[in-house]
Every structure is written in C-alpha cells, then in structure tokens.
C-alpha cells in the first residue's frame, strides 16, 4: 500500500485521557520520523496538532476504535478530511484476525511475538524508542508493533481492502 500515514497508539484511559502517546509518520511503510511524547495536563489539544495537522492517507493502529476516542474526545474533527472525520483506519486486529480466523488471541502481545518475535522487534524498535521503555504499554513501542506486522504484509496483501472509515 502506498501513500502516507501515521501509525497511533496512546496510553491512558478515555476516562482521564491520554497520558502519552506514539506515534510513526510513515510513507509507502518507511519510517519518516517517530516519537513518543508524555502529556501534561492542559496542552493536550496542542500536542494533538503538533502532529495531526498533515493530511494523511490513513491512519494505523491496533483495535484503532481506542486511538479514535482519544483523538475524538480532544480534537472531534479535522478540516483536512472532507467529511470532517479522522478516516480512513488500518486496524492490525481486524486484519490478522481476517487472515488468521485461526488464532486464538488477537492482542498485540501475541501477534507480535507469534509473527515477529520479541528478539527481533525489540531490537529494530530499540532504533526508535527510549530503552527503559521497550515494552509493551509503551506508546512508541507498542506503535513500532504495529508498524511491523501491518509492514510485514504489504507486500503480499492488498491493505486497501482493509480501510476502514470511521463511524
């Protein structure tokens, strides 16, 4: 799939909102530029802008529904989508539980250690993220993992089957 998106993943609860989030500006599934950023209380729109002012040809994450809310709650339109809403959404659960119907977990934990291995994804995504925070339920971490398994297959599946707007 070609074209240039943002892979998302925040940390909190929809409850108290975001506390920190990761996030991967990718083009044709090459890093362009990664970062996690820790939020303070009150700025949390202006970090929202600091990085989803680009328009971009879609948005990855993994169970993308969460990624949504946070972003909704804070930001609920963009002006660079004609419809106003944040879409169109790569979700990596959806897709491994489409091609692999099989599998008996779907979270990212599992994926990534079954498709990718912990060795190998820990040390590529040690070239993006804090080392005291190479693990799952870290916001850049968990973003990097769901870059490599949605990377994984773009060359053998045709992911634009997989879009999905938001509703």
């Known amino acids: 799939m070609h074209g240039y998106g943002i892979v998302l993943d925040f940390e909190g609860s929809l409850h108290d909102g975001f506390r920190?989030?990761?996030?991967?500006?990718?083009?044709?599934?090459?890093i362009i530029d990664a970062q996690e950023i820790t939020v303070g209380s009150g700025c949390k729109v202006k970090i929202l802008k600091s990085f989803l002012e680009?328009?971009?040809?879609?948005?990855?994450?993994?169970q993308s529904n969460?990624?949504?809310?946070?972003?909704?709650?804070?930001?609920?339109?963009?002006?660079?989508?004609p419809s106003g809403k944040w879409?169109?959404?790569?979700?990596?659960?959806?897709?491994?539980?489409k091609?692999?119907?099989?599998?008996?977990?779907?979270?990212l934990k599992t994926l990534t250690e079954t498709f990718l291995g912990l060795t190998s994804i820990s040390e590529n995504a040690a070239l993006y993220c804090d080392q005291k925070k190479l693990g799952f339920h870290n916001s850049l971490f968990d973003a990097f993992c769901c870059y490599a398994l949605t990377k994984r297959l773009s060359p053998k599946v045709n992911l634009q089957k997989f879009l999905n707007p938001t509703t």
């Open 20 to 30: 920190e989030v990761g996030y991967i500006r990718i083009k044709n599934f090459e």
């Open 54 to 62: 680009n328009r971009y040809d879609f948005f990855l994450s993994h």
């Open 66 to 81: 969460i990624e949504k809310n946070f972003i909704k709650k804070v930001m609920p339109y963009t002006s660079f989508s």
């Open 87 to 97: 879409e169109p959404w790569l979700d990596t659960k959806l897709i491994y539980k």
């Open 99 to 107: 091609l692999y119907p099989d599998l008996k977990k779907y979270d």
